[in-house]
């Protein structure tokens, strides 16, 4: 399929919007994480785009985190092919070149937190309905290392050991109070906002900001390149068990049963 990603250009700014569309919930499936990485390839080569405004088009949710269909029931040659997809949207998507803001107007579970967590800034439309926070012990699961890097790279260590071992989601409130984001403002005016800070962070030259991200950014990617075939090989193995499958067939329930 096509057209999951909107991408619009502001060739004058030099600062795009991603819009995720994958409907209903933006979990991120193989297809989808392909077409994502698509889209980013093409905008980090066009000289013309500086900076990135990465949203959702999905009412309510920005995205649903992994898509836990590509975790149940699938070959062992799956899960491997998946999960090199998500270890290099997080390797792009972290490394960008680009200014990157998330404008985070729906939950954010998991997967969907990792993504806003790549992004230099992130902005939280201000619903009491809305949620952020890497869940996964929720569903059974652990989230992998360079997850827990990330989050420990956004909001330190002591406040990512709570988060993890209790899969904590976050009223955007907390969020804001722990710098999981970084600031909040009602509904209407995230895109308004992530195009005013954006100017912001433009205005610093590129070649000083890049190399500064990747001063601060490299070591966490070298741990996740320097191990990147036994990270496949753990997922493999791990997900494959039948108590995880059960783990996650339990949780699929649940979330049915919720809905009622
Ligand atoms: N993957 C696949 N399908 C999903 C997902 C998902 N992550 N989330 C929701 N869906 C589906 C639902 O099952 C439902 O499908 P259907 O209509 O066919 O029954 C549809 O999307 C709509 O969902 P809801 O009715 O629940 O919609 P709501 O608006 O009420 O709620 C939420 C939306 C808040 C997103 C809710 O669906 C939710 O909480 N989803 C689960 C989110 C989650 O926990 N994601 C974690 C995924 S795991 C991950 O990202 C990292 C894993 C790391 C792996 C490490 C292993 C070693």
Redesign the pocket.
Known sequence: GHGRVAVELDSSAGVAVMKMENL??N???LDFLTEFLISLEKLENDRGCRGVILTSGAP??FS??????E?YRKSTEHYAEFWKTVQEMWLRLYQSNMVTIAAING?S????C?MAMCCDYRIMAENPKY?IG???T??G????FW?KDTMVNTIGNRATERSLELGLLYSPPEAHKIGLVDQLVPEEKIQSTAAAVMSQWLAIPDHARQITKSMMRKPTVDRLLAHRESDIQ??VS??TKDAIQKSLHM??EM??Q??G
């Open positions: 209903p919930v979990s991120l499936s309510k949710i649903a985190g992994l898509d836990i269909m975790m939950s579970p998991a997967g969907g990792l949620s890497l869940n996964e929720q569903l699961i652990v989230a992998p997850f753990n997922f791990f997900i949780y699929m979330l049915k919720r809905r």
